[in-house]
T-cell receptor, first 113, second 114 residues
Framework: GQQLNQSPQSMFIQEGEDVSMNCTSSSIFNTWLWYKQDPGEGPVLLIALYKAGELTSNGRLTAQFGITRKDSFLNISASIPSDVGIYFCAGQGGSGGYQKVTFGTGTKLQVIP | GAGVSQTPSNKVTEKGKYVELRCDPISGHTALYWYRQSLGQGPEFLIYFQGTGAADDSGLPNDRFFAVRPEGSVSTLKIQRTERGDSAVYLC????????????FGPGTRLLVL
C-alpha cells in the first residue's frame, strides 16, 4: 500500500538540541497528523493539522500543514530523553464522512543524554 | 482501562495454520480500523468498520484475510493458511464515528509465522 515519504529515516541528537523532520506525498490530504510510537505500543497522536498553511504547537512540538497540502513538518525543541521513539506522519483524506489515514515510513529518534 | 485492547499480545504459529486476532475498541466508538505494521514501516490500512459493516476493505491483501464485527463493538481479524510474509504487528484503532476524529490505537498483536 501507499506510504508517505518521511525524512530523515533516523537521527541521533544530543539532549537539548532541536529536531526537525518532514513528510511529503504525491497526493493531497485534508488533514495532516503526527504520531509517536514507543516500543511495544500503538501510535499516539501528537498533533493534528486541518488547514493548509496552519502552524500548530503542542508544548515543545510544532507542526505545519504545507500550502500545497502535500507536505508537513514537525519540529521538537529542546529535546529530552523521553522524546526517543518513532515519529510517523499521516495524511487523512477522502470524500464524505470517511477519511482514510495513510502513514509515513517513520523517523526513528534517539536522544543522547 | 478505557483504551483499545488487543489479544493476544503475541502469537506464534506455523505456516499454513489459521489465526484469529481480537480487538476491543473504546466503548461507544462506532468506527474500528485494522492496520498491519511490518518491521521498520508505518502502519498500513487493512479494513475499516462503521458499526457492524465493513465500509472499506480495500487494504486486505488477499482473500486469506477476513474481519468481522458482528455486534458493532469487538472485532476479529482472521487469517487463513498463514504465510511467513504475514508476520507483522497487527494494530487496531477506534474512533468515535469515523470522520476526522482521532483514531486511538491499541498496543497491537505481534504475529510470527514460522
Amino acid at each position: 500500500g501507499q506510504q508517505l515519504n518521511q525524512s530523515p529515516q533516523s537521527m541521533f541528537i544530543q539532549e537539548g538540541e532541536d529536531v526537525s523532520m518532514n513528510c511529503t506525498s504525491s497526493s493531497i490530504f485534508n488533514t495532516w497528523l503526527w504520531y509517536k510510537q514507543d516500543p511495544g505500543e500503538g501510535p499516539v497522536l501528537l498533533i493534528a493539522l486541518y488547514k493548509a498553511g496552519e502552524l500548530t504547537s503542542n508544548g515543545r512540538l510544532t507542526a505545519q500543514f504545507g500550502i500545497t497540502r502535500k507536505d508537513s513538518f514537525l519540529n521538537i525543541s529542546a529535546s529530552i530523553p523521553s522524546d526517543v521513539g518513532i515519529y510517523f506522519c499521516a495524511g487523512q483524506g477522502g470524500s464524505g464522512g470517511y477519511q482514510k489515514v495513510t502513514f509515513g515510513t517513520g523517523t526513528k529518534l534517539q536522544v543522547i543524554p | 482501562g478505557a483504551g483499545v485492547s488487543q489479544t493476544p499480545s503475541n502469537k506464534v504459529t506455523e505456516k499454513g495454520k489459521y489465526v484469529e486476532l481480537r480487538c476491543d475498541p473504546i466503548s461507544g466508538h462506532t468506527a474500528l480500523y485494522w492496520y498491519r505494521q511490518s518491521l521498520g514501516q508505518g502502519p498500513e490500512f487493512l479494513i475499516y468498520f462503521q458499526g457492524t459493516g465493513a465500509a472499506d476493505d480495500s487494504g486486505l491483501p488477499n482473500d486469506r484475510f477476513f474481519a468481522v464485527r458482528p455486534e458493532g463493538s469487538v472485532s476479529t481479524l482472521k487469517i487463513q493458511r498463514t504465510e511467513r510474509g504475514d508476520s507483522a504487528v497487527y494494530l487496531c484503532a477506534s474512533s468515535s464515528n469515523g470522520g476526522i476524529e482521532t483514531q486511538y490505537f491499541g498496543p497491537g498483536t505481534r504475529l510470527l509465522v514460522l
